[in-house]
């Protein structure tokens, strides 16, 4: 059993020669110039080649240390198998390291770097491996320079593991620096944000209160646009429902051509709260107009007048809604019927669940 472990581990010892060599000839010597662009994927080797080498490397240093290799380390149990799992795993990531600096083209000594940490080191360790693992206990033993090897050894992976640490440490550092920056910058933009917000605000509160009573109503309906604030918003909505003759005003705009205009008139009835019964008539009329609209279009989609089938039918349900359930149910069956009518499927059914759900009784979402 004990000689087919030992041709096992230097079966792996002599696989882990191979993926060393051909990372040398992959590499050029570590001379290579990487390549741009796709062909840069093909670097993968340079992680590959070396980290089963030293898997393999691993399993035969395992083996050596069950056939009693590294009694020479420590006679506590456990103690050799924990130092070797440590020196090898050390060892590995530093001459992956290497090899992977090899490839930066613009550092210092990339070349001699690569040959020491990706050549010469894992052949090194091969041959120290392979030694222990097929001499006998008495030669082993009676070897001086073994110890102070892997001092050297044991120390090479030591600062390797030390300098991972430091690696994450600053790396933290760094990261932590960064969010720390991002942070004040979130905040200089946020705040920078709120003062254009305020600034703009100010702005359009000037605007609307130095417009005249007998301005245009629908100069007035631009300031409950969604580029407006809440808060102006309601100052609009204050502002209109005290002008004079609004309830005409409002018929008047209702009789525009464009639904679109007309939806900004609702849009006024939607957020202006309880509406004022007044308007009950024009809103009516305005759905009216709405169906021959959809009717109209949906023969001739040039005619351009529906700039969104759902959007302008949940515009004037929403306000609509407002005077109560089901209050214009006639009138809105009318616009079923005629959105109904419209040729492309997904608008038609999304503009006729809308209409469906004020239809049940049930309220419209915004």
């Known amino acids: 059993m004990k000689t087919l472990l030992a041709g096992l581990g230097t079966a792996a010892l002599g696989v882990a020669v191979l993926f060393t060599l051909l990372l040398a000839l992959t590499t050029e010597l570590f001379t290579l110039r990487p390549p741009g662009g796709p062909d840069s994927m093909g670097l993968f080797v340079v992680f590959l080649f070396p980290a089963a080498a030293w898997l393999l490397v691993l399993f035969g240093a395992l083996v050596c240390v069950g056939r009693g290799g590294f009694d020479w380390v420590s006679r506590s149990p456990g103690i050799p198998t924990l130092a070797v799992l440590g020196s090898v795993v050390g060892l590995g990531i530093l001459s992956v390291a290497a090899a992977v600096y090899s490839l930066e083209v613009r550092m210092p000594l990339r070349t001699p770097a690569g040959l020491a940490g990706g050549l010469l080191l894992p052949l090194f360790v091969i041959g120290l491996i392979g030694f222990l693992l097929w001499t006998k206990p008495a030669v082993v033993a009676a070897s001086r320079w073994l110890r ?64 005249p009573d007998d301005a245009p109503i629908e100069v007035f309906l631009t300031h409950l646009f969604i580029d407006k604030s809440e808060a102006h918003q309601r100052k609009a909505v204050e502002r ?42 024009a809103v009516r009329k ?81």
């Open 148 to 211: 102070p090897t892997g001092a050297v050894l044991a120390s090479l992976a030591s600062l390797t593991f030390c300098g991972c640490f430091v690696a994450f440490v600053m790396s933290s550092v760094e990261d932590a620096r960064r969010a720390e920056e991002g942070r004040i910058a979130d905040e200089a933009r946020q705040a920078e944000t709120r003062a254009e917000d305020a600034k703009r605000e100010k702005a359009q509160d000037a605007e609307l209160a130095a417009l």
């Open 240 to 281: 209109i429902r005290a002008l004079p003759d609004l309830t005409a005003r409002l018929e008047a705009r209702l009789e525009h051509p464009e639904p679109l205009q007309r939806e900004y008139v609702l849009n006024f009835v939607k957020m202006s709260g309880t509406p004022d019964p007044s308007w009950e008539p």
């Open 286 to 366: 305005s759905i009216v107009r709405l169906a021959a609209d959809y009717r109209a279009e949906a023969k001739d989609l040039s005619l351009g007048k529906i700039t969104h089938v759902k959007g302008l039918a949940w515009g004037t349900l929403l306000a609509a809604q407002t005077f109560g359930p089901r209050r214009f149910e006639a009138e809105v069956r009318e616009l079923r019927q005629a959105v109904a009518t419209w040729p492309n499927e997904d608008p038609r059914n999304d503009a006729l669940g809308v209409i469906d759900l004020y239809l049940e009784g049930k309220p419209v979402p915004e």
